[in-house]
């Protein structure tokens, strides 16, 4: 029992995990890997694009006694490692594994657009009622490119909130 880490031995990303059962744990991944599903879609890439797959080494970081203190020490070593920003885990705490399938991010990524569109559309009804009372007054290329609905969602955001 306790926190392993699965390192890229080229460019030394890790994933790290904690288990009641490391080398067990360990077989899974691979099986997971081998198959194509593995919850984590960063280290699914990089396995997929191996050619030689003895580059990922898999080590114990720490071996711990008290079953209630793997998911405190898992997360010190993501934190440590800083396995989610640079790293192959897709979750930045341990406790919530929620790890995106790609369907999932792919799904989450169209809703983020849809609701982007959508608040842009209200920012564009929000600025023709403030403008046709000629509040304030916007120089030329600005104004057309408003009244021609150019702008993306973050620079509207910039604009008007």
């Known amino acids: 029992m306790g926190v392993y880490k699965i390192e890229n031995t080229k460019n030394h990303k890790v994933y790290i995990g904690s288990s009641k059962d490391i080398y067990n ?29 003895s580059i990922l080494n898999f080590s114990i970081i720490e071996n711990v006694s008290d ?13 440590k490692y800083d396995a989610f920003n640079t790293g192959y885990n897709c979750s930045a705490l341990s406790d919530n594994p929620k790890y995106t399938s ?3 991010r792919k799904s989450s990524l169209q809703k983020l657009k849809k609701q982007r569109k959508l608040e842009c559309s209200e920012l564009y009804e929000e600025f023709d009622k403030l403008y046709s009372k000629a509040t304030f007054k916007f120089p030329k290329l600005i104004l057309q490119r408003i009244q021609n609905k150019e702008y993306k969602w973050k620079v509207l955001e910039e604009l008007f909130v």
């Open 25 to 53: 744990r360990w077989k899974q991944h691979i099986k997971m890997l081998e198959a194509g599903k593995h919850h984590s879609y960063k280290l699914q890439r990089v396995y997929d694009r191996l050619k030689d797959k």
């Open 67 to 79: 079953e209630s203190k793997l998911k405190t020490r898992e997360q010190y070593y993501i934190d």
């Open 102 to 104: 790609r369907k999932t």
